[in-house]
């Protein structure tokens, strides 16, 4: 059977509606009320809802708790904070998306079924035998879904890792924020540009020496962004 999608909210009336939307979507359901629960129960999961606001352990870590043992597992965060600094915090702390209450139901699950997707084309199509990209000192292993620096693993979530490869197969290339909307998070999303440059920032913090002064993903300035044009390698 297939996992299903973790609901971590508090709100009885909002839980209940997230159940009836997403098996309406065709999708299995667990709901829990707490961040406790959603400790104790993501691993059985294909993709965590997370409300910001819970009592006891809230929203933001439990994100971090779940970033620290999996960067794959797709993570929406619920957030009646509409201002931009929660929802970047959110961002920052490893959700691939948000969604702001009231949601439009309709949204939701198209954003539900684009994460669903990309993660099943990832999984798809990654072959067995494909060996890492190297460029300088950074190693993309997309069979494995990770990727180090100087030898030593990075933490980063499921968008950051998908960015960082998308870049990695077109060094050089520079890309608009709008297309790198549309390769990455997917043309049913309809979030903000705003999106990619936290992403990239992230991105940044992680894989920079000298954020200030990358080496690796360049402003293109008037564009957006492009990947250093050192050729990759292929590790042995």
């Known amino acids: 059977m297939p996992r299903p999608i973790l609901c971590v909210e508090d709100d009885p009336d909002i839980g209940r509606l997230l159940e009836t939307i997403l098996a309406e979507a065709g999708y299995a359901t667990e709901w829990v009320t707490s961040g406790e629960a959603a400790l104790q129960r993501w691993k059985a999961s294909s993709m965590i809802i997370l409300d910001l606001m819970l009592p006891g352990i809230d929203g933001l870590q439990v994100c971090r708790e779940i970033r620290e043992?999996?960067?794959?597992?797709?993570?929406?965060?619920?957030?009646?904070?509409?201002?931009?600094?929660?929802?970047?915090?959110?961002?920052?702390?490893?959700?691939?998306?948000?969604?702001?209450?009231?949601?439009?139901?309709?949204?939701?699950?198209?954003?539900i079924h684009a994460l669903m997707r990309r993660r099943e084309a990832v999984d798809t199509h990654r072959a067995p035998d494909a060996r890492p990209v190297v460029v300088m000192d950074l190693e993309i292993d997309a069979t494995h879904h990770r990727a180090t620096l100087h030898?030593?693993?990075?933490?980063?979530?499921?968008?950051?890792?998908?960015?960082?490869?998308?870049?990695?197969?077109?060094p050089g290339h520079g890309f608009s924020r709008s297309e790198l909307l549309d390769a990455v998070w997917g043309a049913e999303?309809?979030?903000?540009?705003?999106?990619?440059?936290?992403h990239i920032n992230r991105l940044r913090n992680k894989i920079e020496a000298d954020p200030a002064n990358p080496r690796y993903i360049l402003t293109v300035w008037g564009i957006g962004y492009r990947f250093t044009d050192l050729p990759p390698s292929t590790a042995e």
């Open 69 to 111: 043992q999996d960067a794959a597992i797709p993570l929406i965060m619920l957030t009646a904070l509409a201002g931009t600094r929660e929802v970047v915090e959110g961002l920052e702390i490893g959700a691939d998306d948000y969604i702001t209450k009231p949601f439009d139901t309709d949204i939701l699950v198209a954003r």
């Open 151 to 170: 030898g030593q693993p990075l933490s980063l979530t499921a968008r950051e890792f998908a960015l960082l490869s998308f870049f990695s197969r077109h």
């Open 189 to 198: 999303f309809d979030g903000y540009d705003h999106t990619v440059n936290t």
